[in-house]
Nanobody
């Protein structure tokens, strides 16, 4: 499985941006997909998880009122719509995918076997 994240860039505070993560290869192996981010000097943080068979979505409390995760199964693509962006949202955003049963609650990096390369989002004040 290969994951390709895209859509990052420089935006101003208050603006919106949508990131995309496209899966290719053995996509039938994927059971869950997730968005993480890692800001400067910070630990990697889970943003949300989508179950590919159930379509259920869980969000981290820190972003649940501003970010929306969607998926297009026909295109094997997951999107992250980010609204009302703040300077503290500046980070590298990464998508990940799991195979088999999700380990724990899926909030940890080790729950995911496949990772994209990340896309940088910079929010200016």
């Amino acid at each position: 499985v290969q994951l390709q994240a895209s859509g990052g860039g420089l935006v101003q505070a208050g603006e919106s941006l949508t990131l995309s993560c496209k899966a290719s290869g053995s996509v039938d192996l994927i059971t869950n997909m997730a968005w993480f981010r890692q800001g400067p000097g910070k630990e990697r943080e889970i943003l949300g998880i989508i179950g590919m068979s159930s379509g259920s979505i869980r969000y981290a409390d820190s972003i649940k009122d501003r970010f929306v995760i969607t998926e297009d199964s026909a295109e094997n693509t997951m999107a992250l719509q980010m609204n009302s962006l703040k300077p503290e949202d500046t980070a590298e955003y990464l998508c990940a995918a799991s195979r088999g049963l999700l380990i724990g609650d899926g909030s940890k990096e080790y729950a995911y076997a496949f990772w994209g390369q990340g896309t940088l989002v910079t929010v200016s004040s």
